[in-house]
């Protein structure tokens, strides 16, 4: 690994193929919506993402949303793979790998309606947290909105000596083979150390359970979160004040359950929130009862507060749509202070309103309208919590959706295509929600074999079989590969019957199949 032009950044492993629904222009929308803050939908917005990594994200984005993308990742091997994936759909998408200082200087660049950067702010020195800033503060337009997520205090507090261990073994001792190798080494060092019942160990109940949670991640993700030169932990409130200068006010999480107190805080703790007038001090107060960890807000601009009768105008004009077939919805959630049952007297008859003419998208009104006893309050909560568990997911309008059809079905099928080899990417693009909705590599294959006209589960299973065969592939079952070909043919057929009984209804609302 070279310094010369990474600047500290973990970059000889890549990132993780993951996809962020927090940078979709519509969640952010209707995140803004939930607390009462107008954003507006444009055909010709311009959106930009900061460190977009293995470029998942933003390619979804950029096909299943109007207007246009500018992004960069300055680790070059990332920008390559996001520039094939915008080849794949023929995209307008200007990914770079330029450094923040680099596009600072650009002298080619739009005002942007959106700016993203998910949990890169926490990776990056101080430096370029300021270029970030400046950024900001040249290219968001009046009422843009500011997406950012990074790792925050007190959460981290007393796990934050953990990753110091990880890189003091990194940084003096012997170099392990390879970067994975370094990563696993520091892990063994750091189990080690604290076997031997050092008195900061005794002091921080359950350190060691971090640790073999760290163990258990993907290291790719591992090395990137906690092997870079640099890691800024900050307080809200410091994220508050470094953003000021680019004239941007906090508006509001883009963690749709935060909204619902009741699953995050105890009663003593709402009765003290509710003393502090001061909505950034109430914030950061927040944060030591929930013991926050990972923070992901949305700073606009310029903030437009919504009368309430906008807001629920705006709200119940709103479609939604759910992700998952409606039996597989959770019927429990979890906050900050433990895990709630759902009311089922609530959520069932909503449920069954989402599913009823082939999942097809509602509006709220609509939903209410399906409803026994309907009450707005309770209706906007219980959207609220099921878009929270990713079971439901906000709309963008009919107009939207019929501008980038083309282009998510080009995106999607390219995608299909690179299933034959990998399972890296296992996310699909809805022109419906303007977003992404997970679809692992079996069922994409699935979907290419309905492309190809096999019309029976059966005869999409044995479509699969035949391309993991000739790879050498088996799959696994309690951990174990299955050997002969007849019990990988019946495992598959059972999912691709599964897939036709559950998940093909809900991926044909979606418009990805």
Known sequence: MSDTWNEGYFTDVGYTYGYYREINPVFQRYCLLLRGLGGVESANAYHCELGFGQGVSVNIHAAANPGHYVATD??????NHANSLAAGFNSSARLYDDSFEQLLVRQDLPQFDSISLHGIWTWISRDNQKLIVEFTRRHLKPGGVLYISYNCLPGWSPQAPLRQLFTLHDRFAAPASGAVGRVEA???FSEALLAAQP???RAVPGLDAKLKTVMGQNRNYVAHEYFNRDWNVMYFTDVVDALAPAKLDYACTAVTQDTVDAINLSAEGQTFLKTIEHPIMREQARDYFVNQQFRKDLYVRGASKLADSEQRERMLNTRFVLTQSADSV?????????EATLQQEIYAPLIEALAAKAYAPKTMRQLAAALPSPSYPILSQAIAILVGLGAVAPC????AEKQVQVRCAALNQHLCQQAHFDKRVEVLASPVTGGGVTVDRFQQLFLNAIRLGRKQPAEW???VWQILAEQGQRLLKDGKAMES?????????RQAQVFADKGLAVLKALRVA
């Open 485 to 493: 070909p007849e019990d990988n043919l019946a495992e598959l057929t």
């Open 199 to 201: 008195a900061y160990a």
């Open 330 to 338: 959770p019927s429990k959630v979890t906050g900050a202070m433990g």
């Open 74 to 79: 300055f680790n070059p091997a990332h920008a």
């Open 186 to 188: 520091a892990l063994k």
């Open 396 to 399: 963008q309008s009919e107009a």
């Open 461 to 463: 299973a044995q479509y």
